[in-house]
Nanobody, 126 residues
Framework: QVQLVESGGGSVQAGGSVRLSCAVS????????ITWFRQTPEKEREGVAV???????FYGDFVKGRFSVSRDSAKYIVYLDMTNLQPEDSAMYYC????????????????????WGQGTQVTVSA
């Protein structure tokens, strides 16, 4: 059974940076897809970034070059590096696992998500 654990959230001032991690366990192959989402009580869940099994990537329009998703295949960890954070980036950030998604040119449909993490909170103060 695949399990995901997010970490790295916290409080940061506007313009600052945060690195989130999504640790994958219970999966023996190194080709998998991780999608990062964020959600607040006021807004619907939105896709932030996704890395496909072939290491292709796709980002939400609001990212505008500020975020980068990458993986450490040996450690089974996917990172989300966020820079120039703004108060509107404050949210709970989640990662979701898909085993069969290789090349990504958009966010995968939620029907393909096989596991979710518990989320990590990022709070950006002005």
């Amino acid at each position: 059974q695949v399990q995901l654990v997010e970490s790295g959230g916290g409080s940061v001032q506007a313009g600052g940076s945060v690195r989130l991690s999504c640790a994958v366990s219970g999966y023996r192959w190194r080709s998998y897809c991780i999608t990062w989402f964020r959600q607040t009580p006021e807004k619907e869940r939105e896709g932030v970034a996704v890395i496909g099994g072939d290491d292709s990537t796709f980002y939400g329009d609001f990212v505008k070059g500020r975020f980068s998703v990458s993986r450490d295949s040996a450690k089974y960890i996917v990172y989300l590096d966020m820079t120039n954070l703004q108060p509107e980036d404050s949210a709970m950030y989640y990662c979701a696992f898909s085993s069969g998604v290789l090349n990504v040119q958009n966010f995968p449909p939620t029907s393909l998500f096989e596991a979710w993490g518990q989320g990590t909170q990022v709070t950006v103060s002005a």
